[in-house]
């Protein structure tokens, strides 16, 4: 069993900061792109941030400057720090993983892995 928890959303004011963690657990092997993505109502889903396992980075457009993605390793874990955060950043911040699992009695399985998402509202 393997998953993606995420932690660190809730309630900022504009102009406020926010650091959103997603943590890989279970019978993983390795771990290549970890990626940021968000969805707000009536939007597509957009990715906002991604970085490899070599340590490279993509960002979209709206988020350049603003926010950062990095990653630990040894921890299986990504980060998403957000600062001079808008309104227009309020939606659901999901993680993805691609991932090499192992599993019992059959072949390593390569795929994504989604987290559940954690609500970031940007208002007064």
């Known amino acids: 069993q393997v998953q993606l928890v995420e932690s660190g959303g809730g309630l900022v004011q504009p102009g406020g900061s926010l650091r959103l963690s997603c943590a890989a657990s279970?019978?993983?092997?390795?771990?290549?792109?970890m990626a940021w993505y968000r969805q707000a109502p009536g939007k597509e889903r957009e990715l906002v941030a991604i970085?490899?396992?070599?340590?490279?980075?993509n960002y979209a457009d709206s988020v350049k400057g603003r926010f950062t993605i990095s990653r630990d390793n040894a921890k299986n874990t990504v980060y998403l720090q957000m600062n001079s955060l808008k309104p227009e950043d309020t939606a659901v911040y999901v993680c993805?993983?691609?991932?090499?699992?192992?599993?019992?009695?059959?072949?390593?399985?390569?795929?994504?892995?989604w987290g559940q998402g954690t609500l970031v509202t940007v208002s007064f």
């Open positions: 279970g019978s993983i092997l390795s771990i290549n792109a």
């Open positions: 993805k993983a691609d991932i090499w699992e192992r599993v019992v009695g059959r072949p390593n399985r390569y795929h994504e892995l």
């Open positions: 970085i490899t396992n070599s340590g490279s980075t």
